[in-house]
Structure formats: C-alpha cells, structure tokens
C-alpha cells in the first residue's frame, strides 16, 4: 500500500482522515495514516487550543488542517471580516430565518438559553476568516499538509503555504476543477466522488477518479467518497490513485465527537437514506434526509441562499443540534456519505485502520490470484 505520497509526508498507509474531531485526527495519524483536522468551526484562538492538544497526543507523527476558501462566495470582495458579518447579515431575509425557527420550533427543539455563548455565524467560510486559521496552522511544525475546500486556494495562499515547507492539498468534483488545482500549484488533488459526504458534485466516484488521475497526471490524486473498506482502497489503487481521502468512515469510530442521538442516526442509516441539499449551506452537501431537509424542499420553502449566508441562517440550528441532539434528532444537520449504508457498528480508530489494511491484502490477494500462473 505504500505510494510515494507515504514517503513525502513520512506515514505508512496512504490513509487520509478528515475529522472534525482533534481525537480522531491524533489517533488516525498515530496509527499510520494522516489525519487532517476540519478548521471550518474554529476561530484561530480555538484552533491553536486543538493543534497543542494534537501536538501532544500524535507522537512524532505528523497531521493536516483543511480551510475552506471557496472559489465564489456572497461578500468575496470585502477584506475586513468585522464589516463582512455585518454586510452578510443585512442580506439575510427575515422570511428566512422565521422559516428555520419555526421548523425547529414545530419539533420541539429548545431554544439555547440566554447566557450560552452564540457561535459566530461566519465560521472559516470565508479568505478573510481562514487566513488567520493558516497562519495559526503554519505555526505547529508537525502540520505537514493544508487541505482546501469549494474552490482552488488563492495564489498568494499556496505561495504561504509553500514557504513554510508544507504541501497543499485541494478538494475537486470534475475534471476542470482538478485542472484549475494543478494549474495553481496544488501538489495533491482529492478527487471526491457524488456519493461523498459534505459538498459534493454530480460526477460519481468509479469515473471521477481515474479522469482525474489521467488528466493531472503526474499530480497524485487521493480518491475520496465512498470508502470505508480495505476494498474500495484497492479499487482506487488500482484506478491509479496515490491514496485514499475518507470522511464519513470516522464518524462513528469511538474517539469520535458526535452525540449519541446523532451517532444512533448514523450508525441506523442506510445507503438510500441521504440526500444532497443546499438547505444547510448554500452549496450542495450531502447529509441524511430528514425533516429539516424535506422542509427546505417543500414548495412553501424560501428557496436557500448562497453560502454563508444559507448556513448563517442554519447556525443557530446547527448549535441547538449539537445541545440538544436527542430533541433535534429528525432536523439535525447529519452530513454524510452514501457509505453510511456500511457504517453499522462503533469500533476504535485503530481497529478501523487494521481492518482496512487487511481487507486490503485480501483485496489484491484475490487479484492477484486471478493472474495466469505461468
Ligand atoms: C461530516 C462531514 C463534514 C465535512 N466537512 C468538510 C470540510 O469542512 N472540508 C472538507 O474539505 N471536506 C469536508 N467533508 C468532506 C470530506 O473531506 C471527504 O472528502 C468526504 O467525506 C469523503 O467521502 P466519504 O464521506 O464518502 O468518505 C466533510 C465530510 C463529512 C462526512
């Protein structure tokens, strides 16, 4: 399994993780792979606290942070992020935020109570809210690789990136988008498949992945969306990739953040059960149906904004979710895979990435077995 991807970052498997989860992100990487810790909801004070934490629980290995600088997004000209919440939110409709509180309201979900800090709603959508997240990142020597998603990151960040030493990786759905990656300087594109967790695009993982890889050639290419077995990792080897980028595989592992109402929701899902909506973003992510989901559809639904400003309308749902998960089971915002379908039982990390590396083997020894003896 060892690609020269292995060797510029110093793992043993071509393993990606992308958590949310510092927990998850340490013990991924200790175990061999690389995990990549999701910034988008820290600001740069909350994201140093996770990166020392990392820091001392990875050993000497190392790990990646990913931001997410879209290539379009409402307010992308204004530079100070004080005066680009204020203006975003004065482009919010009431109509909007009444619908979201009143789907909340209809199921019972509380309402935060009074002293209990709002979480900003601008998150790290945004260049002028992820810089600070790269500079704070660029700081821990044992970050080795800056991921970007929605868009091809800005010239002068890969150029910052670069000058620490780091590789910069970048996520894409088409060929084109791979293309503007390598254009740009981008030294390993993730090729995410429609089936993915989160945001994703139409084209689906078994034709997305070797297009990309012939195209970038001899960029490598981590095949992501869709895997949660040592078997698709053959397959994407196979296909060509240097490695794989998985998601939706490490929520449910035990070090994993997710309360267990919504772990419940994961772990009962199956593989029809998602949907790809823009009702909690703006852009089309994939998450679980459910009531939030289908209301948003409803013809009686304001249509959603564009990101941010769909998810500033979301963000207080997204907190009360997250306090009040039990309550808020059927309109939770659940982002996840089609791979969910496979995703019945919780394990540890390290026994997630011991499976993976034997069902490998098994994999290619059955390939392997096929050749005609000679
Ligand atoms: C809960 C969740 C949140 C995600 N958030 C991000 C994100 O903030 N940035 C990012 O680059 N990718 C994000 N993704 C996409 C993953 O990085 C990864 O590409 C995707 O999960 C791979 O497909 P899979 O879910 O089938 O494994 C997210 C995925 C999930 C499941």
Redesign the pocket.
């Known amino acids: 399994m060892r690609t020269e991807i292995c060797d510029r970052l110093g793992i043993e498997f071509p393993i990606f993780a992308?958590s949310?989860c510092r927990d998850v992100v340490a013990a991924v990487s200790k175990a061999g792979g690389l995990g990549?810790l999701?910034a988008?909801s820290f600001n740069a004070e909350q994201l140093e606290v996770e990166l020392k934490w990392i820091d001392e629980h990875v050993g000497d290995k190392p790990y990646g942070v990913?931001i997410?600088i879209p290539g379009k997004y409402e307010g992308m000209n204004e530079l100070d992020p004080g005066k680009l919440e204020t203006r975003l939110r004065a482009a919010i409709p009431a109509r909007h935020r009444e619908f979201a509180a009143k789907i909340l309201a209809d199921h019972g979900v509380p309402e935060l109570p009074p002293d209990e800090p709002r979480h900003q709603e601008l998150l790290g959508w945004t260049q002028v809210t992820a810089a600070p997240q790269i500079e704070t990142s660029l700081r821990h020597k044992k970050v080795r690789l800056i991921?970007?998603?929605?868009g091809t990151p800005p010239k002068d960040v890969i150029r910052q990136i670069h000058g620490a030493g780091l590789l910069v990786g970048a996520?894409c759905g088409s060929v084109k988008h791979a293309l503007d990656h390598k254009g740009a300087g981008v030294d390993i594109i993730?090729a995410?498949?429609a089936?993915?967790?989160?945001?994703?695009g139409e084209i689906g993982s078994v034709v997305l992945w070797p297009d990309v890889i012939d195209a970038v050639a001899p960029t490598p290419v981590l095949a992501?969306?869709?895997?949660?077995s040592g078997r698709a990792i053959a397959a994407a080897l196979a296909m060509g990739a240097q490695g794989v980028?998985?998601?939706?595989?490490w929520?449910t592992v035990q070090e994993a953040d997710v309360p267990p109402a919504q772990m419940e929701s994961y772990l009962k899902a199956t593989n029809k059960d998602t949907v790809r909506s823009r009702c909690w973003t703006g852009k089309p992510c994939?998450m679980l149906r459910n009531a939030w989901t289908d209301a948003w559809e409803d013809p009686s639904a304001p249509p959603p904004l564009d990101l941010p400003l769909q998810f500033m309308v979301a963000m207080d749902a997204v907190q009360r979710g997250r306090r009040y998960a039990e309550q808020a089971k059927n309109v939770n915002f659940n982002?996840?895979?089609?791979?969910v379908g496979q995703l019945n039982t919780v394990s540890s990390v390290k026994q997630v990435m011991y499976r993976l590396v034997q069902e490998y083997f098994k994999a290619a020894e059955r390939l392997a077995s096929l050749m005609p003896a000679d």
Do not use: K
Request: charged share 10%.
């Open positions: 992308f949310h990549v999701g988008l990913d997410v991921a970007n998603a929605l996520l993730v995410q498949g089936e993915a967790g989160g945001h994703t992501a969306g869709g895997i949660a980028w998985t998601g939706s595989l929520l994939r982002p996840v895979g089609q791979v």
